[in-house]
């Protein structure tokens, strides 16, 4: 596991309980990826579902890693701009990100394992 200094990313207050809701009501393709990354199953980090970064909240974080993994459904077709600049915004934080589509996560949630753990180990150093 990682020895990096953690940074404390702002986050407004009022995004909690969206937050909370979004879990509440999480879509089929979150739902099965919560189940492979959930309980420190990616080489013993910790991700939190649905956290609020800024003034956005993305759908899965670690923050040892500082990586965001997003899933786009298709309503992130016709939104391409602003989650190109909701992504700059959090990645001016210093996070990264990984994104899957929808599609992916529920057609092959093997490869998207793979991507994820690989990722993790190239930046766990």
């Not at 990096?4 to 509440?24: D, G, T």
């Not at 915004?89 to 092959?108: A, M, N």
Request: a positive charge; aromatic letters at 12%.
């Amino acid at each position: 596991m990682s020895n990096k200094k953690l940074n404390i990313i702002p986050y407004q207050h009022h995004l909690v309980e969206k937050a909370r809701k979004l879990r509440n009501n999480s879509t089929p393709a979150e739902k099965r990826l919560w189940k492979y990354i959930r309980e420190k199953r990616v080489n013993g980090f910790d991700f939190d579902r649905q956290k609020p970064i800024d003034r956005y909240i993305v759908d899965f974080y670690c923050k040892e890693l500082m990586l965001a993994i997003e899933i786009d459904g298709k309503y992130h077709d016709s939104q391409y701009e602003q989650d190109r600049l909701r992504q700059q915004r959090i990645e001016s934080f210093g996070v990264h990100f990984l994104r899957f589509s929808e599609k992916e996560v529920l057609d092959d949630i093997d490869n998207v394992l793979r991507v994820i753990e690989q990722w993790v180990l190239k930046y766990d150093d």
